[in-house]
């Protein structure tokens, strides 16, 4: 039929190329995998022969499912989940077999020791491993030799973890801390690059059409934080149990990454402002009733004198946290005196620009009242049904 439409080779060969991109990319291993599947590997392989060449245990499946269960990035969380998977074991055998020899086996039993097995979970702590108390006790009501069954799974269990935690404590991490130290690096240079690039655009007087560009690179920006904040949790976890250098290295680093996110606000806010004043989305967003009106919206605003020059200032000042604060593992003992030279110069052409605006400016009162009225105008351009930013929020 004319009307009926039917995939052409190309369509089919362009779908099936998109399908291979995609699963390529979901198979692209992340930061710490590759070392994570060698112990994993290593802990396993070597519980198997423990169990089954050394001690010579009957069935020693259950030894490297236990490793492999363990297995983590970093040495802490491997001790943590062998903790909680073994506590789970014990209780939930200890359950199981209670139960069983109480009540015997059957539907009830097995409704019971998962109620309790769960609320234990739950009460214990086990985190992940919250299941593990019902799914054993269940296992053990099932077997037709509950003590037997629970003494194996016990004894298999905790060879398991006992090498998974080992080779965990005695293989080397991936770097976290330099992970950490790099993606916080350039988070902030990125920033500085933000901010000198704002900067350069209102020196050149090509602010009004690049304005749109900064909001939306301010946001990305903004977006990459929960990298940088994962990458300095894993960190964290990668230094417990390690030197004293290590664990001031990624205190460091958390410090670093809030105030980034506190910076990052204020640069969000620095590049909504400049896009605000050039009134691309109408008329400021208190005034509804013409603001979508042509003829009645306001020729952009100018941005404040000196702007410019202040936000290069402040991009010189990142910049130099970046590669001399953050960067840098073993920075210079003066590494202080250049950031306080450019935070001077800053905070001086700051009160310059400031005060050219208004005088009223050089007061902290008044440009803390402006900030809270801006803060709520914006307020009330986000809850705007019609004209603000997400309208169908509110159908």
Known sequence: MSGSSHPTPGSTRARGVGVLRRLGGRAVAGFGDGNTILKTVIAATLSWWIAADLISLPDPVLAPVGAILVAQATPYATARKSFQRAAGIVVGVLLGAATAAVVGAG??????????????????RLGSQMHQIAMTAVLVVGSS??????????????????????????????????????????????????????????????????????????????????????????????????????????????????????????????????????????????????????????????????LDVLLGDLARLVAEIADHHIAAESPAPDRGGALRVLLGEAEARFMATALAQSPAYGQWRVLCTAGILEDTRKVLHELDPEHGPHPSAFR
């Open 107 to 124: 539907l009830p039993t097995v409704f019971l020791v998962t109620v309790i097995g769960m609320f234990a979970g739950r009460l214990l």
């Open 145 to 306: 030799e509950q003590l037997g069954y629970g003494t194996a799974r016990i004894e298999e269990n905790m060879l398991g973890v006992l090498v998974g935690t080992a080779v965990a404590l005695f293989v080397p991490s991936a770097g976290f801390t330099r992970r950490a130290r790099e993606e916080t690096t350039r988070l902030t240079r990125d920033m500085a690059a933000l901010l000198g690039a704002m900067g350069e655009g209102l020196a050149d007087g090509t602010w009004t059409g690049e304005a749109g560009g900064w909001v939306r690179r301010a946001r990305g920006l903004s977006s990459r934080l929960d990298l940088v904040r994962s990458a300095v949790r894993q960190a964290h976890e990668a230094a417990r149990w390690r030197t004293r250098a290590g664990e001031e290295a990624v205190a460091q680093l958390a410090e670093a990454s809030a105030a980034l996110e506190h910076v990052s606000h204020q640069l969000r806010g620095i590049a909504r402002g400049l896009y605000n004043l050039t009134f691309r989305e109408g008329r400021p967003p208190a005034l509804h009733w013409d603001q979508r009106d042509p003829l009645l919206r306001p020729e952009p605003a100018p941005a404040p004198a000196g």
